[in-house]
């Protein structure tokens, strides 16, 4: 599974750094199992008087060397203490997290291009929606999980828990799940052909939330 780093856009200059400076509040995966690439989103640097930063970055654990990375697509809004997880083996969610102005409403995604056998072309960001002001998913500090589907690898749904929406922590509990044709079962997982991509699924699902009793 292992994935040609150099095949992916990277930001070349003399003047960028070869390590990421130091940070804290930043998000994490790898890809698939077997992969050595460990990808780094946002967080703030240090020295950056809080602000967060948009860099993504990507470690390979073979050779321990890092590449800063620039991925197709819009870059997302910088944040911190946002929450992630992977989900169908080559796709990354990121949602939530915090920024200068607030809690990040929209819930995004890192993508591999064109994989094959293991092997990707690149990288590319795209938008999966965005929650309504006040939203407790627009918060920092909350997890996210996925819960399998019918098949090995595949997401059934999203399980959000707790965040701060900078007045007050959350206990609610928010599930994104994958939205079922008519007439089929919950349970049943849709055709190859016609099973609805991340992108059309995404902002369904953020309109399905049950938070429970919050903290005053």
């Excluded at 509990?173 to 008519?182: K, T």
């Amino acid at each position: 599974d292992h994935r040609d780093l150099h095949s992916f856009p990277t930001r070349r200059s003399s003047d960028l750094p070869a390590w990421p400076a130091a940070r804290s509040g930043h998000v994490a995966c790898c890809f698939g199992d077997g992969s050595p690439d460990v990808y780094v989103f946002g967080g703030i640097r240090a020295g950056a008087a809080g602000e967060p930063t948009d860099e993504t970055w990507c470690l390979n654990s073979m050779t321990m060397t890092w590449h800063l990375l620039n991925p197709a697509g819009v870059t997302p809004a910088p944040r911190t203490n946002a929450a992630g997880c992977v989900v169908d083996n080559t796709t990354w969610l990121i949602v939530g997290g915090g920024g200068l102005d607030g809690g990040r409403r929209d819930t995004v995604g890192l993508r591999l291009v064109n994989s094959t056998k293991g092997v990707a072309s690149g990288l590319e960001w795209f938008a999966c929606g965005e929650v309504q002001r006040g939203s407790a998913l627009a918060a920092e500090g909350m997890s996210v999980v996925r819960v399998g589907g019918s098949n090995p690898g595949t997401c059934g749904a999203l399980i959000a828990f707790g965040g701060y929406d900078g007045r007050r922590y959350s206990n609610g509990v928010h599930a994104m799940r994958r939205p079922v044709e008519p007439g089929e079962q919950s349970r049943k997982t849709f055709p190859k052909k016609t099973r609805p991509t991340l992108r059309a699924l995404i902002p369904v699902c953020l309109g399905h939330r049950r938070p429970t009793a919050r903290v005053p």
